[in-house]
């Protein structure tokens, strides 16, 4: 840590600024101690969380007199309606020491009526300021579009992973720009963002270093997924998640100029171009290294498959299968879930997260399931999550971890969905509360 700072604030100042602003610091990452000394108020800290997404009004600000100038980690939550600039103002220079940064925008609670976005922070003050960022993660900003992430790439040319999930406005045009000038970003994470095939085509992604990417929930086309999947230099992280026009043709080629050689973590749910048997030969040539797969929301894949495919995934910590709602998909198939839990109980030991999505119609258990359970609970003894559609399976699978002494590991889909995101490089700096 080895960072302290004298903050020039008498007390009181202080708590109006804790007071006014609804200030969060974050709890679990935050490394935040207060001393109490005879000449001031001593802080130790290199993260900070400001949350304004919930502001009435701004404060004035003008008794602010004094910010941490060797903060690492900022995150501002923004609101539709409060314009920062007046708070920003007083901060700018203090941001020089910036690797990480978040804003948090508004997607969630937005209103979507297009009138009313404002621009309520300053993208291009805060690049002249930030030089050293790294990490920068600006989600669902609904004013955000690729000017700012030109401006962005005009100045930070140390970022290593950019974060643009649910930023609908950004369409892709400034990536080229952005490729040429941040040679060392590796990670780009666009789910749910506005990308675009011409935008995408033309960028030169063959001189990029990119080997995370995320394009989940895009709406890219089979040819623009081609161009430049296989222009990559190839991929450690890949979401590919509700990617329609994703397909077999693709998959081979991407393998076959081999692309996954190093690839640990695959999100290819909800995929419906993709067929059974491309998937099965990835798993069998890939399998071993993975250590996250989502392969969800595919009706064909059932017992069968799984019951092939688990032994190629000696090394997975995470797993996501099962298809939901399977009354309205009128799936056919039954599923003997009991063979399936053995078969992860005797091939994945590192087994730490895993979600079987199939509900109460479509899966199948007995009496004779505690016996399975109980393997999967011996032999995966680093199983932190089990997530599994609501219904009597899950209460028994959760009573045989609760006699087990094993609570909080089951859960239910409703309440929990389980991700590979923590496999990202960069997971620790893209945490935000
Ligand atoms: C942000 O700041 C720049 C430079 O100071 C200024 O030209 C620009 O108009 C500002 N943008 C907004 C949206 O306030
Ligand atoms: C989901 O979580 C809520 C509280 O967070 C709890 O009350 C509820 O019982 C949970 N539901 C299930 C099915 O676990």
Not at 15 to 20: E, G
Not at 373 to 384: A, T
Request: net charge neutral.
């Amino acid at each position: 840590m080895g960072c302290l700072n004298k903050i020039d604030l008498h007390f009181q100042t202080l708590s109006n600024f804790f007071r006014t602003i609804f200030y969060s610091w974050q709890q679990k990452r935050t490394h935040f101690i207060l001393f109490f000394g005879l000449s001031g108020i001593y802080l130790i800290y290199r993260y900070m969380t400001l949350d304004f997404s919930n502001a009435m009004q701004l404060h004035d600000f003008n008794d602010l007199n004094a910010f941490p100038c060797n903060l690492r980690s900022l995150c501002i939550c923004l609101s539709e309606v409060i314009f920062l600039e007046g708070f920003m103002r007083r901060i700018y220079s203090c941001l020089s020491s910036l690797e990480v940064l978040h804003l948090i925008g508004t997607f969630e609670l937005s209103s979507e009526s297009e009138e009313d976005i404002y621009e309520v922070i300053n993208i291009s003050k805060i690049k002249a300021h930030t030089p050293n960022l790294k990490v920068v993660n600006l989600y669902g900003i609904t004013f955000l579009d690729d000017t700012h992430i030109e401006l962005l790439a005009s100045n930070c040319i140390h970022i290593e992973c950019l974060a643009l999930n649910f930023c609908l406005r950004v369409k892709g045009s400034s990536f080229k720009n952005l490729i040429q000038r941040c040679k060392k970003l590796r990670t780009l994470l666009l789910h749910h963002a506005g990308v675009e095939d011409d935008h995408m085509t033309s960028v030169p992604w063959e001189t990029s270093a990119i080997h995370e990417l995320d394009l989940t929930s895009t709406e890219l086309s089979a040819q623009c997924l081609e161009n430049i999947l296989l222009r990559m230099p190839g991929f450690t992280y890949l979401g590919l998640g509700y990617c329609e026009f994703f397909n077999d043709k693709i998959l081979e080629k991407l393998m076959e100029k081999n692309k996954f050689s190093r690839l640990h973590a695959l999100d290819i749910s909800h995929t419906h171009a993709l067929s059974e048997n491309a998937i099965y030969q990835l798993i069998q040539t890939h399998g071993q290294n993975l250590r996250g797969l989502m392969l969800a929301g595919k009706p064909k894949l059932t017992e069968n498959f799984w019951l092939n495919a688990i032994p190629y995934l000696k090394n997975i910590r995470i797993c996501v299968l099962g298809t939901a709602n399977g009354w309205f998909l009128k799936m056919q198939s039954r599923i003997h879930v009991d063979q399936i839990i053995e078969a992860f109980a005797q091939n994945c030991p590192r087994l730490e997260r895993c979600e079987i999505q199939w509900d109460p119609d479509t899966i199948r258990f007995s009496d004779k399931s505690n016996k399975f359970i109980d393997h999967i609970r011996l032999r995966c003894p680093g199983l932190k999550s089990f997530t599994l559609s609501d219904g009597e399976y899950y209460e028994m699978v959760k009573s045989n971890f609760e006699r087990a002494d094993r609570v909080k590991v089951v859960r239910t889909c409703t309440n929990y969905t389980t991700s590979i995101v923590s496999l990202l490089t960069n997971y620790n700096d893209l945490l935000f509360n």
